[in-house]
Nanobody
Framework: QVQLVESGGGSVQAGGSLRLSCAAS????????MGWFRQAPGKEREFVAA????????NSADSVKDRFTISRDNAKNTVYLQMNSLKPEDTAVYYC???????????????WGQGTQVTVSP
C-alpha cells in the first residue's frame, strides 16, 4: 500500500477553480491506478475521477465531466484534480485513492488519504 496526503482544498465561490494534489509515499507509486472520491454531508461517497498508472486512460463521473480533470506526475509521486466551474453541489470532502485499476468502485481502492474539504459558496 501507499500512504496518501491530499492538499489544495479550501473555500471558493461558484464558478471558481481549485486544484487538489495528492502526494504519495512509496517507490511503487507509478504502478498504481489513482483516483478521487468525494463525500458530502449526509450523502453517500461517490466516484469523481480515476487515472491509470501510466496516465493514458482516465474516466470521470458524469457530474464533473468537462469541468474536472485528473492527471498525474509519476516523477513527483503526485496525482492532481483540476476543478473548474465549481458549483455549490461540489462541496464535499475529497479523498485521494490508490488501487490496481482505474475503477469507479471504492472497493477497488485499497489506500485512502485523510481527505481535504472543498466548499463552494453560491
Amino acid at each position: 500500500q501507499v500512504q496518501l496526503v491530499e492538499s489544495g482544498g479550501g473555500s471558493v465561490q461558484a464558478g471558481g477553480s481549485l486544484r487538489l494534489s495528492c502526494a504519495a509515499s512509496g517507490r511503487t507509486f507509478s504502478r498504481y491506478a489513482m483516483g478521487w472520491f468525494r463525500q458530502a454531508p449526509g450523502k453517500e461517497r461517490e466516484f469523481v475521477a480515476a487515472i491509470s498508472w501510466r496516465g493514458e486512460s482516465t474516466n470521470s463521473a458524469d457530474s464533473v465531466k468537462d469541468r474536472f480533470t485528473i492527471s498525474r506526475d509519476n516523477a513527483k509521486n503526485t496525482v492532481y484534480l483540476q476543478m473548474n466551474s465549481l458549483k455549490p453541489e461540489d462541496t464535499a470532502v475529497y479523498y485521494c485513492v490508490a488501487g490496481a485499476v482505474p475503477s469507479r468502485y471504492a472497493a477497488d481502492f485499497g489506500s485512502w488519504g485523510q481527505g481535504t474539504q472543498v466548499t463552494v459558496s453560491p
